[in-house]
């Protein structure tokens, strides 16, 4: 039984592997926002845990990331049997490589903590059945698809439909505090103070 677990999951992630097997070129992940002090801000990969890293905002200063750091480089990786894209983008992953020896390719996940409405972005080592789809728009806006309609009830399934809520907050996850790009759970702003809209954009270097 030990040899099955571990089985699975090699699959579930080889799976995944193939499934988006058209990667991107290299880009940047800048913020857009009302907010002054966030507006223009690029994205890194701030540590929070053993090759678990978030998507800190790069000039942002907070207890655990005082001075600026250099923005992190990603790549979108989509499927070759993509059906045709929805108006917000096809669908696919966001993947970053990690600064080791090797690197350790790394994909993007969602951390949920039920007593909050937002989720985490983190990205973890590899792919799996957790990695986060997720999709750019013909602006490079990043988003979220989803086809089902909550405000209805009973909800309806309906056509595809691109999401944009995104924040830049202030975070604590495994004993690290950064100011982080977020996914609000909803259509309300995240409970935590201090939260500035935000939209994502890749930008191609």
């Not at 495994?174 to 995240?190: C, E, I, M, T």
Request: charged residues 15%; aromatic residues 12%.
């Amino acid at each position: 039984m030990k040899l099955i677990l571990p089985t699975i999951t090699l699959a579930l992630s080889a799976l995944t592997s193939a499934q988006y097997d058209i990667e991107s070129k290299s880009f940047r992940l800048v913020l857009s926002s009302k907010d002054t002090k966030v507006n223009g801000q690029t994205l890194s990969a701030c540590h929070t845990g053993a090759a678990i890293e978030s998507l800190c905002l790069s000039g942002t200063p907070s207890t655990s990331k005082p001075d600026p750091i250099a923005a992190a480089t990603f790549r979108f990786n989509t499927s070759s049997n993509a059906e045709t894209p929805a108006d917000g983008g096809v669908p696919g992953i966001l993947t970053y490589k990690l600064n080791a020896t090797p690197p350790i390719p790394s994909s993007l996940q969602f951390f949920y903590d039920p007593t909050t409405n937002f989720a985490l972005p983190l990205l973890f080592p590899g792919q799996g059945a957790d990695t986060q789809t997720l999709a750019f728009d013909k602006k490079n806006l990043l988003n979220v698809q989803g086809y089902v309609d909550y405000k209805t009830s009973p909800p309806t399934a309906g056509n595809t439909t691109a999401y944009y809520r995104w924040y830049a907050c202030s975070t604590y996850f495994s004993g690290y505090q950064y100011v982080n790009l977020v996914w609000a759970l909803g259509d309300a702003k995240p409970e935590t103070p201090g939260c500035a809209k935000v939209n994502v954009k890749r930008v191609f270097i």
